[in-house]
């Protein structure tokens, strides 16, 4: 284990301007706050964090980065808590280490591969410092190096977790020394016996005297010299595990597999890269389809360098990859490479691709620091990632809420949906999710979509359910009242209304079935007389009227009202304040009543359930309770009533004539809405109470020509 002043000496060898103090105290605290815990190996636990800070001083990484490596673990395992690192240590390194923690919290149940995936991105999307991912690779590093401490079936379960997560994602940000030697140790744990296999055939080969490799460096070595190129060769067998994954891509046995080594020729520029590639083509065979060109086109990682195969030396096939040194560093230490090089004030180039936003803030950055401080990953931040209760992973676009989620899982699931528990708490549909949320979609089979989710939701597949369910729902009523209207029409002229009879005439309509017909005339595209005329059309017209567009109808017009200037009989009211009925809801006497004083205009009259009372709910102050008195229905009200009508000639006639014999009085009439086949009124009637409208809202009720009669209360 890394003592004290080795550590800070480590530091300091590449950063003398390293926070020796802070450094000093933060291995001080994590080995006293860890303090007696061991780890499985029997070491003392405070040994992991700062093997973890050895392996982040070889990538040369800031104090800040080195001194939450020491601490990443304080938080989880002991009484330290956020704030008292953020006290002693500075704000960096409190949220670096919060960051870490919440990572440790999340954990990947599901077994499926396709999950590892988006764990992959949760991961990187919740490391908005990249700090914490290369802190959290070291973690993993150390705790792999060390798998062997572990019992047999926590090894296997970390082993597969390495291979499907962290690898990948060593690679991904273009970490491949860790990247390997990650796999390395998962290949070996998780199959043993192809590792032993793979490993004892290496041995043999190298046992006969077949391995080349020095021989071949060495020949590789004066072809560049002799070629003019000044060029460092290396070579290596490659890694089981590299040869077991070549061995399962091209289902291939060992024997079968010629290139098990590799050979680099490291140069001093671009320009000596193409100079050694001809050089080695004009002197050896190559191998059809092997050669690549990754400096022209680098990997998304960013990785550069040229690889070919050819027959080489010794008439050995082989793999050789040519590149500079600064691909080199920054192929085998991905990210923070680029912070070494700026360190030693080289900036490199745009090496990785898919970090361009972090490069051009490298190198707007005045110093190493100002770069990781600045940095924060930007990949993924256009999505959350959010688990299901079984633990499998959701991917999101940002601003997603329960309802997305709801249809991510399954449409079914989506349609169904009446709630959500986020983390164990229910929340509102509408609720944002977070990166790391579980969320658990509680649903009933009588809930159906709501056009209310179309202003929250903001997934393609959410939105698009929902239209469709509004659409078809709205169809639904417009079936329904188109069937009606048409059977009125028919029933109206004493004609048969059969099925029969309208699929005679779909084609006329353009309609498929005679759902369509009904759906038509319910959204008003045709009129149930055009449907009529279709079916019959012999059927004498002398009935049919012109489109009512001006009437006179008895009674119209406003009324002047006598109750104003008279006493109203209302108990409850204060002596001398003025007093008038609520225009919304038209009280009758019968109708329970509740008083509001306003200002300046005195006490308005509601009825009890009208809606516009809902403002003064909180304004108990404002309310009086008050009753209608005797002789109250010795005045005349306003009753206003919601009506259809047939749009047929004399109905409104019919309609003035029932309110009329009603003792009614029309004070007033509104067309709201007028089709070619029914009127929407809107009417002010004069009557004494509450019965007495009753009575004229039954009378209009029996007659043919009125669809549809109601109080309307607004
Ligand atoms: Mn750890």
């Known amino acids: ?103 440790a919290m999340i954990e990947l149940k599901s077994k499926d591969s396709k999950q590892a995936e988006n764990f992959r991105k949760l991961l990187l999307a919740m490391s908005e410092d990249i700090r914490v991912l290369l802190i959290k690779l070291a973690d993993r ?12 079936e926590k090894r296997a379960r970390i082993a597969r977790e390495t291979l499907d997560i962290y690898a990948p994602l060593a690679e991904r940000i273009g970490m491949q020394e860790i990247k390997t030697e990650l796999e390395e140790i998962a290949f070996k744990e998780l199959h043993k016996e192809a590792y032993e296999s793979i490993t004892a055939r290496l041995n043999f080969l190298r046992e ?73 083509h004009s002197k050896y065979h190559m191998v059809p389809r092997r050669f690549k060109d990754y400096i022209s086109t680098p990997k998304p990682n960013g990785y550069k360098s040229i690889h070919t195969g050819v027959i080489g030396p010794e008439n050995t096939r082989i793999e050789i990859q040519i590149r500079t040194q600064e691909m080199h560093e920054v192929n085998e230490k991905g990210v923070a490479a680029h912070w070494a090089y700026k360190q030693g004030e080289k900036v490199v180039g745009k090496n990785f691709r898919w970090i361009q936003e972090l490069l051009e803030i490298l190198e707007e950055a005045s110093n190493p620091e100002e770069f990781l401080e600045n ?13 299901t209760p079984k633990g499998d992973l959701i991917g999101l676009p940002v601003n997603s809420t329960p309802v997305d989620f709801a249809y991510a899982v399954h449409s079914k699931v989506g349609n169904t949906c009446v709630g959500a528990k986020i983390n164990g708490e229910i929340k509102p549909l509408r609720t944002v999710l977070q990166n790391g949320d579980q969320v658990e979609i509680l649903t009933s089979k009588a809930q159906h979509p709501s056009p209310e989710w179309d202003r929250f939701v903001v997934t393609g597949k959410a939105k698009a359910a929902i239209r469709r369910y ?5 169809r639904e009523q417009f079936v329904t009242l188109g069937e009606q209207m048409l059977e009125r029409t028919f029933k109206g002229e004493s004609l048969e209304f059969s ?37 019959y059309p012999s059927y004498k017209q002398s009935k049919l009227g012109k489109v009512v567009k001006s009437f006179k109808v008895r009674g119209f017009g406003k009324s002047e009202k006598k ?9 409850g009211l204060i002596p001398g304040m003025a007093v008038h009925f609520a225009g919304c809801c038209h009280p009758l006497p019968g109708d329970r009543i509740v008083g509001i004083v306003t200002t300046g205009k005195g006490v308005a009259v509601h009825s009890i ?45 019919d309609l003035s004539n029932m309110i009329a014999r009603s003792d009614g009085n029309i004070a007033n009439l509104n067309i709201t809405n007028r089709t070619l086949s029914y009127f929407e009124l809107i009417v002010d009637i004069e009557v004494k109470d509450l019965k007495h409208l009753t009575d004229i809202i039954a009378a209009l009720r029996s007659s043919k020509v009125v669809s549809y009669v109601a109080r309307a209360n607004q």
């Open 375 to 387: 940095t924060k990953l930007e990949m993924y931040n256009d999505q959350v990632f959010c688990f």
């Open 563 to 571: 109750s104003k200037s008279e006493p109203l009989k209302i108990k």
């Open 470 to 474: 509004v659409r078809a729902n709205k």
């Open 1 to 103: 284990m890394l003592r004290q002043y080795e550590l800070v000496d480590l530091v300091k060898s590449y950063d003398p301007d390293a926070d020796e103090d802070a450094l000093n105290r933060a291995y001080v605290y994590a080995m006293k706050k860890h303090g007696a815990q061991l780890r499985t190996s029997g070491d003392p636990y405070y040994s992991h964090p700062v093997e973890v800070a050895g392996i982040l001083t070889k990538f040369k990484l800031d104090s800040t980065s080195i001194i939450a490596g020491l601490l990443h673990d304080t938080v989880e395992d002991t009484d330290a808590t956020i704030d008292e690192i953020r006290e002693l240590f500075g704000p960096q390194v409190a949220q670096i280490v919060d960051g870490l923690t919440k990572l």
């Open 609 to 653: 359930d009208c809606k516009a009372l809902e403002k003064f709910a909180s304004e108990p102050e404002r309310w009086l309770d008050i009753s209608w008195g005797e002789g109250a229905i010795e005045e005349t009200h306003i009753g206003r009533l919601k009506v259809i009508l047939a749009n047929e000639p004399g109905a409104l006639g």
């Open 499 to 535: 099925e029969k009879g309208l699929i005679a005439v779909l084609p006329n309509f353009e309609a498929e079935s005679v759902e369509d017909i009904y759906a038509k005339v319910g959204e008003g595209l045709v009129t149930a007389w055009d449907v009529l005329r279709a079916v």
């Open 141 to 152: 590093l150390h705790n792999m190096r060390t798998l062997h401490f572990c019992p047999p």
């Open 208 to 280: 006969q005297g077949s391995n080349l490799v020095p021989a071949i460096i060495k020949q590789l070595q004066k072809d560049m010299e002799e070629g003019g190129v000044k060029a460092s060769v290396s070579g290596r067998e490659k890694s089981p595990y590299s040869i077991w994954r070549k061995m399962q891509k091209k289902n291939a046995s060992f024997e079968q597999l010629s290139d098990i080594m590799a050979f680099r020729i490291i140069v001093d520029d671009v320009a000596s890269c193409y100079q050694a590639l001809g050089i080695v």
